[in-house]
């Protein structure tokens, strides 16, 4: 499997942020999309069907606990990777009793990212491809 | 005055300074996450050699977007070494308005995480006034943070100023409505404030229910 496979979404509400990782995500060769709220989050992963979700914390309207949540009752399949700049211990705890498969803060190195991505990638495969 | 009391506050006003720094370093955080992303973004571009005037284009945006984030840290850095320096001296000459505008600045992340609006109505060239700044900044911050807390999503706040009868009024308006909150999980020291208030020889009003307060605070000559 290779990075073109792989389809990310990032759920971020400053959109500057998200539209310049996308960017960077897109030229190593994962397929990328945008939401900027949970709300947003939620209804994309229909439509899209991501592989990875690299989600922030704290958003307006919904928190992103929230939307970890409701992603792991919905799409058990999908990854889940906390990106946030405020990353507490109680948070990463918080995160993982959720299911989300990293946790990191930012300012995030892309190399980091992208190793945890293919992780949380090969992760679902394991998952989802039969034994 | 009690040490109940006198401890009360000081928690209070620790919250407060806490609050602040932590909305501030969330926001500079994200200010350096995207510039660092930027960055990236360039090197990215450089090692696949593009170039032209399509990438230039693309370079002076990105280069633009790095000056804005700048910009934008460089305000929220003004913002908080006034509100720090509001503490060097007990009491002093301020102005109202410029007290607050950094106030609002510095949690407006906490109410745009509910998706609530601080709308400034300020009365201009408001005279100086003769207090204790950060004082007062900390008790707005305590209304405006319940009816943050209390108000549903897409609601608004207003702060308004003018002047009455020899007086400053700052009046904190909630429009939207109201949610369940579990009290015992928010506390709110009405008590506390009160004696701070009177203390700044100041009075709290509430009208309309129990989120509308003013203030009145005696213009001195300085």
Do not use: W
Not at chain 2, 170 to 184: F, K, M, S, T
């Amino acid at each position: 499997m290779k990075e073109k496979d792989i389809k990310v979404l990032i759920v971020d509400d400053e959109t500057d942020f998200a539209n310049t990782l996308a960017q960077r995500l897109k030229i190593r060769n994962f397929k990328v999309g945008t939401a900027y709220d949970g709300e947003e989050a939620l209804t994309r992963l229909k439509e899209d069907e991501p592989d990875v979700v690299v989600l922030d914390l704290r958003m307006p309207g919904m928190h992103g606990m929230e939307v970890l949540q409701e992603m792991r009752k919905g799409y058990p399949d999908i990854q889940v990777i906390v990106l946030t700049g405020h990353g507490t211990d109680k948070d990463e705890e918080e995160a993982k009793r959720l299911g989300g498969f990293g946790f990191l803060n930012k300012p995030v190195d892309i190399d980091i990212l992208e190793q945890k991505i293919k992780a949380a990638f090969n992760e679902k495969m394991g998952r989802t491809m039969p034994a | 005055m009690t040490d109940n009391f006198e401890q009360e506050l000081r928690f209070l006003q620790m919250r407060f300074i806490g609050k602040i720094l932590a909305g501030f370093t969330h926001e500079s955080k994200n200010y350096l996450a995207i510039i660092k992303e930027s960055a990236g973004l360039i090197e990215d571009m450089i090692k696949l050699g593009k170039s032209g005037e399509a990438a230039s284009s693309q370079y002076l945006e990105i280069t633009h977007s790095i000056e804005e984030q700048i910009e934008k840290s460089a305000g929220l850095f003004k913002y908080l070494n006034r509100f720090s320096h509001r503490m060097d001296t007990k009491l002093s000459g301020f102005n109202c308005n410029e007290a607050l505008e950094e106030l609002i600045a510095l949690v407006n992340r906490f109410a745009n995480q509910k998706r609530i609006e601080l709308a400034k109505d300020f009365q201009q060239d408001l005279p100086q006034i003769y207090g204790n700044p950060s004082m007062i900044q900390f008790l707005i911050f305590s209304f405006l943070e319940e009816n943050i807390i209390t108000l549903d999503q897409n609601s608004r706040i207003i702060i308004k100023t003018e002047t009455a009868n020899g007086s400053i009024m700052i009046g904190i308006i909630p429009e939207g409505n109201l949610i369940e909150v579990e009290r015992e999980k928010v506390e709110f020291p009405y008590e506390t404030y009160d004696i701070v208030l009177k203390q700044l020889g100041g009075a709290l009003t509430r009208l309309k229910g129990a989120l509308k307060f003013t203030f009145p605070l005696k213009v001195s000559d300085i």
